[in-house]
């Protein structure tokens, strides 16, 4: 039996500062940065981090190493091995957060949901709004005296989605494709902050900007979020999700698990895949 529960896929500083000493909570820094800040969420956690926060790698070591596309998702093996690592066990309580409100910290709550665990929620507001509450901060640092945690990792095929089930799906009346990048690089508009890859969107897919959802930092009211997605998705549909790299598409994700949608998952490899790929459909 989980010794503690999750009230929601979305925590408030007040609920993590209420609950942060209970022994089944477990806190992971998921903070990363487009390339172009050159900003460093590994260095930055180093510095200044919620009390106990261990940091959570999915860009350059809880991955797939093999793929040329960035953060791609590891192996069944690989992330149950990370887990555990980090002392997670299957009747953890985990709160992931990330130093830009709410940015990278739900591609690491959709991970864990992909792998069949449902006890994970993001920090809304992230560790910004945690210092904006006066609540204390530390230095991360890697804890030595880690158990090893018993977590299993069970995939959950449906959640995760690759360019040739996208290709098919983009004449589906049943499944729409929603695509969380800005809406001047969904419109062609400016070239992809990338190299070599074509500007545009996908032939029939809905531009929903991540940060559409969100103000200050924080996601928006349920009843906001219920309109935005309302007005690009029924309930009946699954909704594919897909921004530049596999990250935002999460927040996305996030945002349509709190109005209750069920029938979703994220395209991996998003616009760096399909973008880059000639033989794959484009429009402006």
């Keep these: 039996m989980t010794l503690l529960t999750l009230p929601s896929d979305l925590v408030s500083v007040q609920w993590l500062a209420e609950?942060?000493?209970?022994?089944?909570l477990v806190l992971l820094d998921a903070s990363w940065f487009m390339p172009m800040l050159k900003r460093d969420g590994k260095v930055e956690w180093k510095q200044q981090t919620i009390p106990g926060a261990q940091f959570f790698d999915f860009d350059k070591s809880i991955c797939d190493a093999s793929s040329s596309l960035p953060h791609m998702m590891p192996s069944e093996s690989l992330f149950e091995q990370s887990v555990r690592a980090l002392g997670i066990?299957?009747?953890?309580?985990?709160?992931?957060?990330?130093?830009?409100?709410?940015?990278?910290?739900?591609?690491?709550?959709?991970?864990?949901?992909?792998?069949?665990?449902?006890?994970?929620?993001?920090?809304d507001g992230g560790l910004n709004s945690w210092i904006d509450a006066g609540l204390p901060v530390a230095k991360g640092q890697a804890d030595a005296e880690i158990v090893e945690g018993n977590f299993i990792a069970q995939y959950q095929a449906h959640c995760i989605v690759d360019k040739q089930?996208?290709?098919?799906?983009?004449?589906n009346p049943n499944i729409e494709i929603i695509d969380a990048r800005a809406a001047n690089r969904f419109l062609a508009e400016v070239p992809e902050p990338?190299?070599?890859?074509?500007?545009?969107h996908m032939p029939n897919a809905k531009n929903l900007p991540f940060s559409t959802l969100l103000e200050n930092g924080k996601m928006r009211d349920i009843e906001q979020l219920k309109t935005l997605y309302g007005q690009r998705i029924n309930t009946s549909q699954q909704a594919i999700?897909?921004?530049?790299?596999?990250?935002t598409a999460c927040v996305l994700a996030l945002g349509a698990s709190l109005c209750g949608y069920q029938n979703m998952a994220v395209y991996d490899g998003s616009w760096t895949e399909w973008g880059a790929d000639p033989s794959l459909p484009v429009v402006s």
């Design 241 to 247: 999700f897909s921004c530049g790299s596999g990250v």
């Design 89 to 123: 066990n299957h009747d953890s309580a985990v709160v992931v957060f990330d130093r830009l409100g709410i940015f990278s910290s739900p591609r690491v709550w959709w991970m864990f949901k992909s792998m069949g665990f449902a006890n994970i929620a993001v920090l």
């Design 19 to 24: 609950n942060r000493g209970d022994p089944a």
């Design 194 to 200: 990338r190299d070599d890859l074509r500007s545009g």
């Design 165 to 171: 089930q996208v290709f098919t799906a983009l004449d």
